[in-house]
Antibody, heavy 119, light 112 residues
Framework: EVQLVESGGGLVQPGRSLKLSCAAS????????MAWVRQAPKKGLEWVAT????????YYPDSVKGRFTISRDNAKSSLYLQMNSLKSEDTATYYC????????????WGQGVMVTVSS | QITLTQQAESLWVSPGEKVSITCRAS???????????LSWYQQRPGQTTKALIY???IRTDGVPTRFIGSGSGTEFTLSIEDVQPEDIALYYC?????????FGAGTKLELK
């Protein structure tokens, strides 16, 4: 059974940093692109980052480019999101999601972890 | 970037009815491979987000046949026939044709 379990969320002050983790199990992690998607309170979904199987290619929207870094450790079946220079608008639930191996959609999602940016 | 518009914030439905959720893209989601890069997702409280449809009309494994994806170009529809109580949820469309990937604002399905 595919499982994605996020951790590392919490309350952080504006301008500070936080690193999220996602532990994957139930599949060969190194074979899949992975992503982070977020959802601000009572708002819709926003794609945050995608990483290739080897980690050599990463993609971000402008809203987080230069502040967030997605990375992975295939030996540990883990995905990470380093978030720097956090802003109040980064407050959201962050979901780890798996890209389908052959088709362009997110086929599995985690339960999410809450990040609150506030002084 | 490509904007996806789900005009209905909420739709009210009774069990057994059919409902359609629409998603309009600011440009065609048809790629040169003949596929539309549009997928649909369901969010229910306390559950992980579930992929329902990809490439506009293909159901993912295990999704009931009452969920039907249709459309082409810039206009797409998720139809749910014979709505069940467990279908009460938030529904989102997503385009993965071009980065940044973008979602629609979501449509909440509610019981009458």
């Amino acid at each position: 059974e595919v499982q994605l379990v996020e951790s590392g969320g919490g309350l952080v002050q504006p301008g500070r940093s936080l690193k999220l983790s996602c532990a994957a199990s139930g599949f060969t992690f190194s074979n899949y692109y992975m992503a982070w998607v977020r959802q601000a309170p009572k708002k819709g979904l926003e794609w945050v980052a995608t990483i290739s199987t080897s980690g050599s290619r990463t993609y971000y929207p402008d809203s987080v480019k230069g502040r967030f870094t997605i990375s992975r450790d295939n030996a540990k079946s883990s995905l990470y999101l380093q978030m720097n220079s956090l802003k109040s608008e980064d407050t959201a639930t962050y979901y780890c999601a798996r890209h389908h191996r052959y088709n362009y959609y997110f086929d599995y999602w985690g339960q999410g972890v809450m990040v609150t940016v506030s002084s | 970037q490509i904007t996806l518009t789900q005009q209905a914030e909420s739709l009210w439905v009774s069990p057994g009815e059919k409902v359609s959720i629409t998603c309009r893209a600011s440009q065609s989601l048809l790629y040169t491979d003949g596929k539309h890069y549009l997928s649909w997702y369901q969010q229910r409280p306390g559950q992980t987000t579930k992929a329902l449809i990809y490439h506009a009309s293909i159901r993912t494994d295990g999704v009931p046949t009452r969920f039907i994806g249709s459309g082409s170009g810039t206009e797409f529809t998720l139809s749910i026939e014979d709505v069940q109580p467990e279908d009460i949820a938030l529904y989102y469309c997503l385009q993965t044709l071009k980065k940044p990937y973008t979602f629609g604002a979501g449509t909440k399905l509610e019981l009458k």
